[in-house]
């Protein structure tokens, strides 16, 4: 994770106030509880979203992580981790996991999550994202489908990218070991 500061977008939703800041970590219990009630009915899921953020934070890969706060408790979350692309193209990004407690969804609070993440990338210098999603959603934001990347299993349609500088890379895009995390990791010292 990241340790630049990060500005605190404010907002409001349902009456309430909503602040976006980076993870602490106080957080990272309330992020798994998030992140399994926001995927615990889509039936696209494996259901392995908290142990991907466990396994990219435990690799210290989770470069941007953001919470979204009512009221002192954590309602939302984006985890941005570095991805890998064959023609060698540096500072390219994965979105995902985003999630947000069902109650508050369709409030905005996913967009102000993508929208504070990806602002933390550029001011990292960042290239590019990439994500697998939903097109009609994802395109409001600026992502696209892109020939030149591809994500290997995953059906074009639902693979997207957002170049920040203009220069869209090619090639295969793998993204960080921490993706293929299907359970919690042990811990050292674990029995």
């Known amino acids: 994770m990241t340790n630049t500061p990060s500005h605190t977008p404010t907002f409001h939703a349902m009456n309430s106030r909503i602040d976006i800041r980076t993870e602490t970590n106080d957080d990272i219990g309330a992020i798994a509880e998030v992140t399994v009630a926001a995927f615990q009915t889509l ?88 994500l697998v999603g939903h097109p009609e959603y994802y395109r409001k934001f600026g992502f696209d489908n892109s020939p030149e990347l591809v994500h290997e299993g995953v059906p074009p349609e639902f693979f997207l990218a957002l170049s920040f500088d203009g220069k869209t890379p090619g090639g295969t895009v793998t993204f960080h070991e921490g993706f293929r995390a299907d359970c919690q990791p042990s811990r050292s010292g674990d029995a």
């Open 43 to 130: 039936a696209i899921s494996n259901h392995t979203e908290q142990f991907i953020i466990e396994a990219l934070r435990a690799a210290k890969a989770l470069m941007v992580s953001l919470v979204a706060e009512s009221g002192g408790r954590v309602i939302g979350h984006i985890a941005f981790s570095p991805v890998t692309i064959s023609d060698g193209t540096p500072d390219w990004y994965g979105l995902g996991p985003v999630s947000v407690l069902p109650q508050y969804q369709r409030q905005g609070i996913g967009k102000a999550l993508i929208h504070a993440g990806m602002s933390q990338l550029k001011g990292m210098q960042a290239c590019g994202c990439c």
